[in-house]
């Protein structure tokens, strides 16, 4: 990034508060300022130095004595499937893939609904309500190539991944699904469908968002390979390769 222009934004850091993902931690973000205008590329020069997108806010993690948020992305053209990967192409094989405008929608949000109430009722995003989904999922910059990826098993919605489409390569944000097919793996087939779909637009990459290594939660972001961490300065290769 250019460095006079990342001296002209404007950032501001949040109190701390009790981590998400590691026990007996204490975690800060830091946000691009709301009122921040987005000049073009400054999204994509962010991602790449780290930046996740949630709703219209640009963040990253900025914990003072902790630096196990990794941003991760993966190699598309260097990708290969594992096995069980092939299994999961396997079982989605009779599912679409169409991208959709990220809107509020009454088959949107049922869906999401019932994911949350499912899927997430132990933890903060719980209970779903329209507004949660507007201002997480459907709300952002107006610089934001920002869609919906929708997957129809015979018609019906299964699964929406929430992409942003950046210019070396798709930002997956979120993926909700219909706990009933949980044996098809969505949230893994969205990932792979990504993967191939960089690869037919020749784009380098797919970024995952944050891995940390201690996370079960995160886990399963390490078994797309090969891939580069963010180390807080640079890209380098992952020396987590999975076979």
């Not at 950032?11 to 987005?38: G, K, M, V």
């Not at 000049?39 to 003072?64: D, K, M, T, V």
């Amino acid at each position: 990034m250019d460095e006079q222009l990342l001296n002209r934004l404007v950032f501001f850091p949040t109190p701390e508060s009790p981590c998400s993902y590691l026990p007996n931690q204490q975690s800060r973000s830091i946000f691009l300022h709301p009122d921040q205008p987005l000049e073009e590329g400054i999204y994509y020069q962010l991602n790449r130095l780290g930046f996740r997108r949630s709703g219209a806010h640009l963040y990253r993690p900025w914990c003072s004595d902790c630096q196990a948020c990794q941003s991760v992305r993966v190699l598309a053209e260097d990708f290969r499937l594992s096995r069980n990967q092939r299994k999961v192409m396997k079982a989605n094989k009779e599912v679409t893939f169409t991208w959709c405008k990220a809107e509020f929608s009454p088959e949107f949000y049922a869906l999401y609904e019932r994911y949350i109430n499912l899927r997430h009722a132990d933890g903060d995003m719980y209970p779903p309500s329209q507004e949660q989904f507007q201002s997480f999922l459907c709300q952002a910059h107006e610089s934001t190539n920002n869609y919906f990826l929708c997957l129809r098993l015979q018609g019906q919605l299964i699964a929406v991944g929430v992409v942003d489409l950046l210019a070396d390569g798709p930002s997956a944000i979120y993926t909700y699904f219909d706990p009933d097919y949980h044996s098809h793996s969505l949230g893994k087939m969205v990932i792979l469908w990504l993967i191939n779909w960089a690869k037919s637009k020749q784009l380098p990459y797919v970024y995952l968002g944050y891995w940390i290594k201690d996370c079960a939660k995160m886990s399963y972001k390490a078994d797309y390979q090969p891939q580069e961490i963010f180390n807080g300065l640079h890209w380098v290769g992952s020396k987590n390769q999975s076979t």
